[in-house]
Each structure stands twice: as structure tokens, then as C-alpha cells.
């Protein structure tokens, strides 16, 4: 099992930036890690993946602003986020998921909540 805590929410303006982490109580390298959003009102959406292999994948609202970057060593994922609109205030989640035998396991963070607004 995985525990994630995620930091690095807060208020910003926008166009402002936000650099979001997320802390796994272990090994990453075999999951395929997530930042997904939920706004209020809203399901949760994904943000931004990494594989295990180290491709990414971004949601259209989030490419060319947002880069979603991974350390293996250090257990962490990380999510730069620029160019911050109000659109984008939600409570954002960490994910790790993997695939074994067939079997998919999803852990989930917390959430740490960023809002943007003047």
C-alpha cells in the first residue's frame, strides 16, 4: 500500500504560479502517478499522468502551462503549474495506480487545495 500527502496549495492571482508535491511513503517506480482536480460542483478530473516509464500525458486546459515531473529516488511527483487562471482553483489529488496480475489498485492523497482569484 502507498500513502501520499500532497503540499504546496495555497492562494495565488492570476497568472501567478504554484509548485505542488507529492510525498509517497514508498517506492513509486512501478506506478503510474496522477494529478487530477475537483472543483466544487464538478467531478474530479485528471490534470496531468506519468508512467512508470516516464511519459506524460496532460488534460487540453493544462498543456503549456502545466508540467507534471517525477523523482524515483525521492518518492516524490511534482506539479509546476503557471499561468494560473480562476478556472483552475480546485482541490487537486495525488494518484498512484498500478496494474498487477489483472488487478488495478488507485491511493490517493488528501488533496491540498489551490485557488486562484484576485
Known amino acids: 500500500q502507498v500513502q501520499l500527502v500532497e503540499s504546496g496549495g495555497g492562494l495565488v492571482q492570476p497568472g501567478g504560479s504554484l509548485r505542488l508535491s507529492c510525498a509517497a511513503s514508498?517506492?513509486?517506480?512501478?506506478?503510474?502517478m496522477g494529478w487530477y482536480r475537483q472543483a466544487p460542483g464538478k467531478q474530479r478530473e485528471l490534470v496531468a499522468s506519468?508512467?512508470?516509464?516516464?511519459?506524460?500525458n496532460y488534460a487540453d486546459s493544462a498543456k503549456g502551462r502545466f508540467t507534471i515531473s517525477r523523482d524515483n529516488a525521492k518518492s516524490t511527483v511534482s506539479l509546476q503549474m503557471n499561468s494560473l487562471k480562476p478556472e483552475d482553483t480546485a482541490v487537486y489529488y495525488c494518484n498512484a495506480k498500478r496494474t498487477v496480475l489483472g488487478i488495478t489498485r488507485d491511493y490517493w492523497g488528501q488533496g491540498t487545495q489551490v485557488t486562484v482569484s484576485s
Open positions: 514508498g517506492s513509486i517506480s512501478t506506478y503510474a
Open positions: 506519468t508512467t512508470s516509464g516516464g511519459g506524460t
